[in-house]
């Protein structure tokens, strides 16, 4: 059942709750990326840092449990749901199996002899990068897909629309913290730019003030390649 008229402010405040905490999350991975001072390695070996950790088993597990909650708060029950569920937990995968194989590695790559440097240059830049790719549009479909499926009855008001577009540029901010220590990023522009397409394609020109999710996601990833872009 779609939301309808009597719970459309329900539905907004609980999907408005999940989004703010995924923009705080996105955001503190992208400094946990961007600060040095997670670089620091923990007592089990130099190999062995903070960065890593948190990313792994903090922000990543984090981020999928939120949108998953905004997924769920928007099909809200629906028995047609499988589409945009299947899509969300394929690519929840796909992200888990990019994040476990690139974040282990990662310090390794420096300190790598001429017989792994091949090898750990293959599961980090060809893989990881491949499959965090596929999870990065694949999540971002399934959260708009599950959207359009599920617009608000009637516009947002103008301070919960402001809300969610603040939202996008955390996001957006977090999304240019996690970049900016690569040191050649054009793959990963080509990637937002295609996803946004995709999303902005998917919306099929709906009015943003029913979709809260595209107020987010489609600031959020304007924002970053701008930021990307003017650095």
Known sequence: MKPGNADAGSYVRALSLFVAAQAGVVLLAGLNIAWSGTRAALPMGEFVRWREMLSLSVFTPLSVVLQFLAVWTLERGRRDATGPLTLFALAACWLGVSMGVHEPILPFIRAAGPRLADSLWFWKEIFSHAMFFAAYTALSLALVWSQVRNPLPRPMSGTMAALFAVCGVVT???????????????????????????????????????LPLNVVLEPAYVFALLALAAH
């Open 172 to 210: 957006g901010a977090g999304i240019y913290f996690s970049l900016l220590p690569a040191k050649d990023i054009r793959v990963d522009r080509w990637v937002m730019v295609v996803t946004l397409i995709a999303i902005m394609a998917l919306r099929r020109r709906r009015p943003l003030a029913l």
